[in-house]
Structure formats: structure tokens, C-alpha cells
């Protein structure tokens, strides 16, 4: 069974622009959720996603935004890029939401370089 | 205002010894808690939980002990062998594990030959 996959994995962009980062789960999971890891702060919490719809969102600006679509694979936007969004995004899948987070499984991340 | 905290950015061991990582949480809330292991250039692995109704669970080498009275949670690996070296995240949840994961900022394990 293949892993959860997210593209691109490595992106390069500058401030004030936007960007798109996507995740495809594991075949047959609906709950998606997004972390944002940053050396300062470790790993946050964006948001998370389970049958199209936002079931949890962490402390981020509107900037960032998501969502998630009929086959489950979700995508994250950050608009108006700053310095400080260079961050690694990681995206995990879960059956779902009240599936155990034992069975949680996270992608490799999409690592965001802001200049 | 970190409710999951790891204190020690890295902590290097000898192979063959007993690793011990620690967790601090501040919300009396969370009742689950999970260790996670990240390689770099991977994302995190779940390594081991232990819900609040326990105090210790263990899984091979691996064992989760947890002090709700002091809000403190460790990771003892026994015996430390290299390809333990990772960086591991202590995460914290509450109803029962249904509600979003808090991480701490993660703890440098080097295991040396």
C-alpha cells in the first residue's frame, strides 16, 4: 500500500507570493491534517480535514487555508508569503478522525524556502 | 505559550545504554500521549502511546512512563542502539486521543557507537 505522498518536496518562493502544496493519503483514509515544523517552534497543528469538510484548525493567520476533496487528497495555500512561513509542511492521514492516532501516518513533507 | 514542552534539545548516549527522554505538558486537559520518531527527510513515525489511565506501556525496547501528578511524561529506550538516533516528538491530545495532536519542539537522540 503506498504511503501518503505530498508534492512538490522541495519549493522555493518569495515574499508575497502564494503557493499550493498538496497530499495524496493512504488508499482509503479520509482524514487528512497539516503540520507546519519550524525550528523555533517544532511541530503545529494547521488544520485537519475528514470527508470535505474542516473539522479542527490551529492558531494560523487566513493565509493559510486548505481543503479537501471528494477522493480525500487535500491541498494547503499560503498566500502573501512572509520570511517566516519557510517552514517544512507535513501532511498525515488517518482513516479517520476517531480512527487512533497510533494509525496516523505522515508524509515526508513539502520543505518551503520563502526569500 | 508551549503546552508540550521538551526541554532538552539533544541528549547523546553510548550504544547500549538506556536512553531517557522527557515531556512536560501544562494542559490538564490531555489525556493521550503519543512519542513519535522523525529521520530526516522523512516525516514523523508513531513509536508508542499511553492513554491517562496508565502509567507506563511499554513495546519492546521502548517504554512510555507517565506522571500525571507532575503533568511529566518520559521515553526510556533500552538498549540505546545507533539507528535509534533521530530526532523524537512528544505529543499530547485530549478526549481520549479525538481532538488535534500538540507536539512538543522535539529532542535530538544521538546514539554512538
Known amino acids: 500500500k503506498a504511503g501518503v505522498t505530498q508534492t512538490p518536496r522541495y519549493l522555493i518562493k518569495t515574499r508575497g507570493q502564494q503557493v499550493t502544496l498538496s497530499c495524496s493519503p493512504i488508499s482509503g483514509h479520509r482524514s487528512v491534517s497539516w503540520y507546519q515544523q519550524t525550528p523555533g517552534q517544532g511541530l503545529q497543528f494547521l488544520f485537519e480535514?475528514?470527508?470535505?469538510?474542516?473539522?479542527n484548525k490551529g492558531n494560523f493567520p487566513g493565509r493559510f487555508s486548505g481543503r479537501q476533496f471528494s477522493n480525500s487528497r487535500s491541498e494547503m495555500n499560503v498566500s502573501t508569503l512572509e520570511l517566516g512561513d519557510s517552514a517544512l509542511y507535513l501532511c498525515a492521514s488517518s482513516l479517520s478522525p476517531r480512527g487512533g492516532l497510533e494509525t496516523q501516518y505522515f508524509g515526508p513533507g513539502t520543505r518551503l524556502l520563502v526569500l | 505559550d508551549q503546552q508540550v514542552k521538551q526541554n532538552s534539545p539533544s541528549l547523546s548516549v553510548q550504544e547500549g545504554r538506556i536512553s531517557i527522554l522527557n515531556c512536560d505538558y501544562t494542559n490538564s486537559m490531555f489525556d493521550y500521549f503519543l512519542w513519535y520518531k522523525k529521520y530526516p527527510a522523512e516525516g514523523p513515525t508513531f513509536l508508542i502511546s499511553?492513554?491517562?489511565?496508565?502509567d507506563k506501556n511499554e513495546d519492546g525496547r521502548f517504554t512510555v512512563f507517565l506522571n500525571k501528578s507532575a503533568k511529566h511524561l518520559s521515553l526510556h529506550i533500552v538498549p540505546s542502539q545507533p539507528g535509534d538516533s533521530a530526532v523524537y516528538f512528544c505529543a499530547a491530545s485530549a478526549q481520549g486521543g479525538s481532538e488535534k495532536l500538540v507536539f512538543g519542539k522535539g529532542t535530538k537522540l544521538t546514539v554512538n557507537p
Open positions: 499511553i492513554s491517562s489511565i496508565k
Open positions: 480535514y475528514f470527508s470535505e469538510t474542516q473539522r
